[in-house]
């Protein structure tokens, strides 16, 4: 873990004493659980706070409003168990959905540990996202194409529900090929993170009529 790293993060998402406190509990239960689970490549233990917290962290000023979010594959809980972290004194709440039963253990456990708001669904996206109506954000990093986000946010995203896709240099091809299937309203925002890299937020959807 780079400490340089940390505070930069720290500093520059204004991060509360207490969510710090919570934000190393993480992080010390990710580095002892990732030598027998591989919850993250290897190569990006040592940037956690640079390359993984810090991308979750941008997520949260994108909806200062949203208070119930819902992550889809949250393998070692980016976003979503940060978020929960880092949103906690702002009464946010995060369903964390993971099939990978050995993952969903470790996300029980640093929830717990860090007090962090969450519900861990060990289920496949397509069995629970219909139970998630009403949630303000969905979100996914580093799981899958965008066409596939979609169609697994379809139900939440053409009822109100605004998706925050964090996405990287192929963001256009991606959009080029979603848009090939779906109708929907969106905005890139820069991430803070990586240069090239893009948030995809989703603000309408729909599915167009056959021809």
Not at 80 to 99: C, D, F, N, P, Q
Request: aromatic share 6%; with cysteine.
């Amino acid at each position: 873990m780079s400490g340089e790293g940390r505070a930069q993060v720290l500093s520059a998402y204004d991060v509360s004493r207490e969510t710090t406190q919570a934000l190393d509990i993480y992080v010390a239960q990710l580095t002892r659980w990732q030598t027998v689970k591989n919850l993250v490549g290897p190569s990006t233990l040592s940037e956690v706070w640079s390359r993984h917290i810090a991308d979750a962290l941008q997520l949260l000023a994108l909806a200062p409003d949203a208070k119930r979010w819902i992550d889809l594959g949250s393998g070692a809980g980016i976003p979503g168990l940060i978020l929960a972290i880092a949103g906690k004194e702002r009464g946010i709440h995060v369903t964390l959905v993971e099939s990978n039963a050995r993952k969903c253990a470790f996300l029980t456990e640093a929830a717990r540990l860090t007090g962090a708001p969450a519900t861990v669904r060990n289920a496949r996206i397509e069995a629970v996202i219909g139970a998630e109506a009403g949630a303000d954000i969905v979100c996914a990093r580093a799981l899958a194409a965008l066409d596939q986000l979609l169609d697994w946010s379809a139900p939440l995203l053409k009822s109100g529900t605004t998706g925050l896709f964090p996405k990287g240099r192929d963001v256009q091809a991606e959009l080029t090929q979603a848009a090939a299937r779906w109708t929907f309203t969106y905005d890139l925002v820069p991430s803070r993170t990586e240069s090239d890299a893009r948030i995809v937020r989703v603000t309408a959807l729909t599915e167009p009529s056959p021809r």
